[in-house]
Each structure stands twice: as C-alpha cells, then as structure tokens.
C-alpha cells in the first residue's frame, strides 16, 4: 500500500490560515430547542472550536431558547458539552470568557406573548454588548415547531433585515413528503426571503464530503474518465451499527428512507454526479445538484427494498431488535434498512446504475462511496491470475471513506513479485486524512455555522433541490405506508442488511461491497 505524500500538515482548525474578511459582524445567535442533544453536543463545540481559532467576533452572544425554565445551569450544561464532546481541555485559557457569552430564555414556541419577551431580550443583550441587529436563528425543536416559531419571528418584526442581516438556520427533517415539504417552504418564505434561509444538511459539513469536489475539480486525471464509458456502477452506503438510540417516537415516523436515503444520501450522489460548477458559489453549486437530481426518472417500486432489525450481535454484545427498542410500537412496520437503485438520465451516465443502501444496526460503521471501473476490454493475464494464488483480476475501484477512517483508496492489479507466472494481486493506492493534516476533533458544524453567519448558501439546501428529492421518493414512501411488510424483522442486528437487499443489487448484475473501512 502506497501513501500519497502531502506537503501541508495543518493539525487543526486554528492552523487553516483566515483573513479578518472570515471574521462574522458581531451579533446574537438563538438557538430554538436549546435544551436538546444537538445544541450541547455538536453546536457548542463547534462554537467554541471556532472561538479558538479565533473566528468568531468579539461581539457575540448565544441565546439558548426553550421551553424548561432554566437559568445559569444552561450555560454549565453548555461548558461540560464542550469539555467531553469537543475534546477541550478545561484549562483552555479562552472558555471561561466564552461561556459566559451563554445566556438562556425560556419560551413556549406556540405563544405569542413570549416571542415579545424574547425580543427585547436580544434588545437588551444587544444592547448591553454593543452587538448591534444581526441575528441568526438557529431551529433545532422538533420538526412539528418550525412553522409556527418563524411566523412569530416575523409577528414581531425579527425577520427583517432593516437594523443588521437575519438568517434562520432550520434542521432536518425539513418536511415528511412532498405535500408538507412545499408547505413548510411557503410558510418559511413567507417571513423570510430564500436569501436568509440556511436548511442545513450536517453531511454537507463534513471535510470528506466537500473533498469530493475538491478531488473531482481541482485535480486534473479523474475528469476525463469520470463517465458512463469508464464507470461501471456507483454505490453509495451509509451503515451505521448504532440502533435507534432511545429517539424511537421520532424513528418512528421517519424510517431510513426518510432519515437518511433522501437527504444525506442524495446530497452524496449529487456530489458525484453533478457536472463542473463555473465557480464554488452557492448559485453555481445548486443549480448543478439539481440538475442532477431532476435528470433522475422516477424509481420503480421494485427498485426500492426495505428492512428492520431483529434481535442480534453487535460488536460482540447481544442487541434487541427495533420491535423491542424503548418507546417503538412492537408491530412497527418502520423500516431501519433501505436500498435503492436508480439512475440518471443525461449524457454523463446513462446506463450507470448507482445502488444506495441506509441501515441501522449493521455489522460495521461505515459511509463509503465506491466508484467501479469498468474491466479492461482484454483481461491477457487473467487466465495466469486464476491459477496463481491471487484469485481473479479485480476491476479498478475507488473509494471515498466519508467516515470513519476518512481517506479515499484506489485499487488496481500489480504484479505479484518473484513468482515465476505473470501473478495479478489487488493492492491500494491511500490516502488517510488523519496521517496526512493530523487528526481534529471539528464535528462539522464549524463550518456550517460559519457560513451560515457569513451568509454563504453553498453548503445549504434549496427550495427547490429539497422539493425535488421529496418528489422522487414521495410516491415509494406512500407505497410502503399503504402496505404493512410481511416479513419484519427480515435482518439480523449485527449482519449487512436483509437478503432483498442483495436480491436487489444482484439484479443488475451487481454485489454489495461489505469490505468496507481502510485496508491494512
Ligand atoms: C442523522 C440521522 O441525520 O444522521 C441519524 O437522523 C443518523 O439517524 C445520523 O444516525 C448519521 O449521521 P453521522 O454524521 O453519524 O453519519
């Protein structure tokens, strides 16, 4: 195995060079639904990683909003999230100064009378600190509340831009269909322009994912070969060992098609897919992706395949099935598990099948994309191969490790030394992140809450990309809803995926690659 050489070895995000035109104005972030896991595990840390590198105004304060009457334990809570979930040292010389820049307001999201008091709250706040009118709302309640926490944001005239630049920041899942998902973005633009909208996909923060792009476009030898005559099929996993975590009334609803397929997993395909961007903005980007998701013709039914977990083993340890999981219906009828097979109908890959497949519960964690070549036209030292110890020639692969192991991997034939026959063995070409920049403990939303403050749209959703993929999938999701799966659980917690699964991939002539992760 061959390790590409690099010659920048940042450590971590203090050392990626900035300039003061990165630095956000000063203002007040909100976070609605504060008092969840996301705020004190993924927002708060990112927010102090980028206060220790220095990329945050002086000037700026963070409201956590929600519906618990609490006081100073917030911001405790808060500063024990940084400590074990950002990787902090608790003599880090910059916390003490941080933490207190955490306040917290208790509000009901569907009163009225609370939104005046959280206005002049940020009044005061604003006030007191000089920070002046840019805001940025940031909801992380529960799906059911965003429509209602932007309408009273816009009563009470906080929406508008007149006095500093507004943004809301909304998280998944920003719809359950396509009916609801055209809903809630009438109900959003209705307050706020399209301009002011951030709908975050947190996949779309990670280092890996925009190195896609990078790999593609800023390097000249994959382009050329990057097509439907070169590639032979595409798949895409996001496998993950975790179960539903005690979020089974939401799981419940959501399903893995819903979770993970149609966001996450699309946002990685465009990424694939999509044709060169004349620039990285966010209009050029965009428009790209939705090309890409437009030019994919409706999904069969057959196409789609879904499972649920049974009971099993999981690293050794035995793990109950979904039916069993706290607060999950013991009938449910949710699928843990989806694939898909699709393609995209344009001159690039016509004819190239990409495979998705989601789960929860599987034998290894793992979201890797795998780009197959097609064979050689003439496989001369096949024959050789096939007698020697080194089984078949293997076609050229390349693999994407999103996470964990992060890296990208090429695979192709050499020839095996000092055996006497022309011996053809797999081996890698890899390149590992970690051995290359170091290892760092951002989470991704550094970067999201950076653009996001900086009013950069790129790495967010739009209207219409959202639209799209919920019309895509709409019709599988009210197909599955209108018939109850007969065989659940068809998978064994601990195992890659129900056999439909590989019924489904085989039917194109093709096979999971369950080797995932980095090769020793
Ligand atoms: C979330 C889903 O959006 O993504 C979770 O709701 C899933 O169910 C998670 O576990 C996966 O994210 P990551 O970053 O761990 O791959």
């Not at 996450?264 to 050029?284: C, N």
Request: with cysteine; proline share 6%.
């Amino acid at each position: 195995m061959t390790t590409i050489e690099m010659s920048v070895r940042p450590e971590d995000l203090s050392q990626v060079p900035h300039g003061h035109e990165r630095i956000p104005e000063p203002g007040i972030m909100v976070i609605f639904g504060a008092s969840g896991d996301l705020t004190k595990r993924k927002l708060l840390p990112a927010l102090f990683h980028l206060e220790q590198a220095g990329l945050l105004p002086d000037k700026f304060a963070i409201v956590g909003v929600a519906r618990r009457p609490l006081g100073d334990e917030f911001a405790e809570d808060m500063h024990e999230g940084i400590l074990s979930f950002g990787s902090v040292d608790k003599g880090d010389p910059k916390l003490g100064n941080f933490v207190k820049k955490i306040n917290y307001f208790p509000l009901k999201f569907d009163d009225p009378a609370d939104y005046i008091g959280l206005k002049e709250e940020l009044d005061r706040i604003a006030q007191e600190k000089n920070i002046g009118g840019r805001r940025l709302f940031y909801l992380a309640t529960a799906p059911e509340f965003f429509a209602g926490i932007v309408e009273n944001l816009g009563a009470q005239g906080m929406a508008h831009p007149e006095k500093g630049n507004v943004a809301v920041v909304i998280e998944k899942p920003f719809g359950h269909d396509l009916e609801s998902a055209r809903a809630l973005n009438l109900q959003v633009n209705a307050v706020f322009d399209e301009s002011q909208v951030f709908r975050i996909d947190h996949y779309l923060g990670k280092e890996t994912v925009q190195n896609i792009l990078v790999f593609r476009f800023a390097n000249g030898i994959f382009e050329p070969i990057w097509n439907r005559n070169y590639i032979d099929h595409v798949q895409i996993t996001v496998a993950e060992t975790l179960g539903v975590e005690g979020r089974g009334p939401f799981y419940e609803k959501a399903g893995a098609l819903r979770d993970v397929v149609q966001n996450h997993m699309m946002e990685l395909l465009s990424l694939v897919a999509l044709e060169p961007p004349s620039s990285f903005e966010a209009e050029s980007v965009r428009r790209e992706k939705l090309k890409v998701w437009r030019a994919i013709p409706s999904i069969p039914i057959l196409n789609v395949v879904r499972g649920q977990y049974g009971p099993g083993l999981v690293d050794g340890q035995h793990v109950a099935g979904y039916r069993e999981e706290e607060r999950v219906s013991p009938q449910s009828g949710t699928e843990t598990y989806a694939a898909v097979k699709l393609e995209i109908e344009n001159w690039r890959w016509a004819g190239v099948p990409f495979y998705l497949r989601a789960g929860k519960r599987l034998e290894k964690r793992a979201t890797e994309i795998s780009i197959q070549f097609k064979q050689p036209p003439l496989l001369i030292f096949d024959r050789l191969a096939q007698s020697s110890a080194c089984q078949v020639i293997k076609p050229n692969l390349l693999t994407i490790r999103i996470q964990p192991d992060e890296g990208i991997a090429l695979r192709f034939g050499a020839k095996v030394p000092t055996t006497p026959e022309m011996a053809v063995c797999p081996v890698n070409m890899d390149f590992d992140y970690a051995e290359a920049f170091g290892k760092s403990s951002a989470n991704g939303y550094e970067r999201l809450l950076m653009d996001a403050m900086l009013g950069d749209q790129t790495l967010f959703s739009h209207r219409d990309g959202v639209e799209t993929n919920w019309a895509l999938y709409t019709p599988i999701l009210e197909a599955w809803a209108a018939k109850n799966p007969e065989k659940f659980p068809n998978y064994a917690a601990g195992s890659w995926g129900p056999e439909c699964a590989d019924h489904l991939i085989a039917s194109g002539g093709h096979a999971w690659r369950n080797d995932l992760g980095r090769k020793a």
